[in-house]
């Protein structure tokens, strides 16, 4: 017998032919849907809940290589990212969502390797097509986020969208870092889990 797995998200691996045309965060969806066929896991309202800029308000304007390198652009607008969930469909995540999902104690554990030092966030430094750079700096001595070429950012009120953005990251700390343990299989990508036990103790990891 041989299984074959497959990631949709290589679905929206082909040519968006977007062509300086405008497009918005809800269209974007129904258009990534009508040529790849691969479904959103929430509807628009549901995605504008998870951020506070109003995602209806913006309108992109440019031209994405790919449906991938559109749903790219859509994920950055609220510093989160897209991935395919387990049943098949595309979700988005914000990465300040640091409720633990579960709790690992040291007697879980075969092995635990974390970073000195947790991650966080402090800078975004944005690149538009042109060339230009803008950078929004919001807490000192923390990771800068780098991300260019997006149809939604506007040259002009760059730096206010980068701010806008920032309040999905200003939260975010966790440790890097490998765990082996036996235990919950139901994990996905972008779950938080906190660490019990041994000189760890209630630290979080991504």
């Not at 929004?136 to 506007?154: D, H, L, S, W």
């Amino acid at each position: 017998m041989k299984i074959k797995a497959l990631d949709r998200m290589s679905a929206l691996d082909i040519p968006s032919g977007i062509n300086g045309q405008t497009y918005n965060f809800e269209q974007s969806m129904q258009i990534i849907t009508e040529k790849t066929g691969v479904e959103f896991a929430q509807t628009f309202e549901e995605i504008d809940s998870l951020v506070s800029i109003g995602l209806w308000q913006y309108y992109g304007f440019g031209e994405p290589a790919t449906y991938r390198d559109l749903l790219r652009e859509m994920a950055q607008l609220f510093g989160g990212f897209a991935f395919i969930n387990r049943n098949g469909k595309i979700e988005f995540k914000r990465l300040d969502n640091t409720n633990p999902v579960a709790e690992i104690p040291a007697k879980r554990r075969h092995s635990l390797t974390l970073s000195e030092h947790p991650l966080e966030f402090g800078e975004l430094q944005y690149k538009s097509d042109s060339g230009d750079v803008t950078t929004y700096t919001f807490k000192g001595n923390a990771a800068t986020v780098y991300f260019e070429n997006n149809g939604f950012i506007y040259s002009g009120n760059t730096l206010i969208q980068l701010e806008s953005i920032s309040e999905s990251l200003k939260n975010v700390r966790y440790y890097p870092g490998t765990i082996e343990y036996s235990g919950n299989p139901a994990l996905d990508i972008g779950d938080y889990i906190r660490i019990t036990g041994g000189d760890a103790d209630g630290e979080l990891m991504l």
